[in-house]
Nanobody, 129 residues
Framework: QVQLVESGGGLVQAGGSLRLSCAAS????????MGWFRQAPGKEREFVAA????????YYADSVKGRFPISRDNAKNTVYLQMNSLKPEDTAVYYC??????????????????????WGQGTQVTVSS
């Protein structure tokens, strides 16, 4: 399994941008699909975006589609979430997660967070109105 550390969160005004990073340890990062999730106070953790191990495929929650592109740099063992046109309702703790198995990219996995293999500790994003 990979170990994950998120960074890049902070306080931003509505309409602003942030870029989250998720740094992974281990040589096998490039073989794992990755995803971003978020959890707002009092709400369940929800899917945000996912990307295949080689970056060739991605998909998004409807709430962020067109605003939060996901990308990865396998040479740097890092996955990114560029957050644009932020809204107050985007306020949450953001987590990255890795698929449980290498070379597995399944949308159904990212619909069931319990099926994923590794999680980071989260980074807080707060959007003020």
């Amino acid at each position: 399994q990979v170990q994950l550390v998120e960074s890049g969160g902070g306080l931003v005004q509505a309409g602003g941008s942030l870029r989250l990073s998720c740094a992974a340890s281990g040589r096998t990062f490039s073989t794992y699909a990755m995803g971003w999730f978020r959890q707002a106070p009092g709400k369940e953790r929800e899917f945000v975006a996912a990307i295949s191990w080689n970056g060739g495929r991605s998909y998004y929650a409807d709430s962020v589609k067109g605003r939060f592109p996901i990308s990865r740099d396998n040479a740097k063992n890092t996955v990114y979430l560029q957050m644009n046109s932020l809204k107050p309702e985007d306020t949450a703790v953001y987590y990255c997660a890795a698929a449980a198995e290498p070379y597995r990219y399944s949308r159904s996995d990212f619909k069931r967070p319990g099926s994923l293999g590794s999680w980071g500790q989260g980074t807080q994003v707060t959007v003020s109105s």
